[in-house]
């Protein structure tokens, strides 16, 4: 199975920036990283997990309307490591942001074609 180690969360203030690293090792069913289409999603207390930004295999991307303009996925294939620069930060952006595989090559904001999730890195937008 896919494992993965996230970092880069932490405590900023409303404006400001983190990028979040996650580190993939291992393989699932023959799939690796870079055979995988990756997610982003986050949690907040209370709420459900939603939907962040999600990449292909091939690099093409798609953000949730929330964070458009603000947030960009990216990967490095030859690190094994999925990337989300967060700009211009809310508070309502507060939330465990955790990293996903899809079963697909194909970017999706479906939560169900994920099978292999990181164990999530924590971020606090507050004054």
């Known amino acids: 199975q896919l494992q993965f180690v996230e970092s880069g969360g932490g405590l900023v203030q409303p404006g400001g920036s983190l990028r979040l690293s996650c580190v993939a090792s291992g393989a699932a069913s023959g799939r690796t990283f870079g055979d995988s289409a990756m997610g982003w999603f986050r949690q907040a207390p209370g709420k459900e997990r939603e939907f962040v930004a999600t990449?292909?295999?091939?690099?093409?991307?798609y953000h949730a309307d929330s964070v458009k303009g603000r947030f960009i996925i990216s990967r490095d294939n030859a690190k094994n490591t999925l990337y989300l620069q967060m700009n211009n930060l809310k508070p309502e952006d507060t939330a465990k942001y955790y990293c996903?595989?899809?079963?697909?090559?194909?970017?999706?904001?479906?939560?169900?074609?994920?099978?292999?999730w990181g164990q999530g890195t924590q971020v606090t937008v507050a004054s």
């Open positions: 996903a595989a899809a079963t697909s090559r194909y970017y999706s904001d479906d939560e169900e074609i994920y099978d292999s």
């Open positions: 990449i292909s295999w091939k690099t093409s991307t």
